[in-house]
């Protein structure tokens, strides 16, 4: 059952629902499920998980220049903790259920009809700041791509090995057959 596990129905959490996540990131979960559909509330949740990120708002006690003594103005290698060092507070899997009830959230003002241009900012800020890489979108993908992308190598080195000639075309193929899907996902959005 183990091997098989990525083809299992189900999200695909990064975490596990009895995870310890600060009060702070579940009260602002909370905030965005009850806010669904509000423009005014989802906004103001919105700007509640912007200071917990800009400022450490509620997350590893408090932060300031003379609690973590900042070195003001050392910016090497762009070290992002003088920019938002609540995020670098926050642990991945709170990372993760925030960026769910972020998409959630987004999700029911679409729904309702009730989404701004200024929440659609507000979320993309956010969402940028707390999924970089674009996890949520490649979720679903990356649980099947060891399997698929084995079956893309299988083929394409049966070509190599049978038909030399398309070797180049279908390596090709192979390349586009892999990463297509996630420039798609990606470009699709949440």
Do not use: C, H
Request: net charge negative; charged share 20%.
């Amino acid at each position: 059952a183990v091997a098989f596990s990525p083809l299992l129905d189900g999200p695909a959490n990064a975490y596990d629902p009895s995870d310890y996540a600060s009060e702070t990131v579940t009260a602002a979960v909370t905030y965005l499920k009850e806010a669904e559909g509000d423009v005014s509330k989802s906004f103001q949740a919105f700007e509640e998980i912007a200071a917990i990120i800009a400022e450490g708002k509620g997350i590893g006690g408090s932060v300031n220049y003379n609690g973590v003594q900042l070195e003001r103005g050392y910016i090497a290698d762009e070290d992002t903790t003088i920019y938002n060092p609540g995020l670098t507070l926050l642990t991945e899997s709170e990372k993760d259920r925030l960026v769910e009830a972020l998409v959630k959230n987004r999700k029911a003002g679409l729904v309702k009809k009730t989404w701004s241009n200024e929440n659609q900012l507000g979320f993309t800020e956010l969402k940028s700041k707390l999924d970089p890489l674009f996890m949520w979108e490649l979720r679903g993908y990356l649980k099947i791509l060891p399997f698929y992308g084995a079956a893309v190598y299988l083929a394409t080195f049966f070509v190599q090995q049978n038909l030399r000639q398309v070797f180049p075309v279908a390596y090709i193929v192979g390349a586009i057959a892999v990463f297509a899907p996630i420039v798609g996902l990606i470009a699709a959005g949440p």
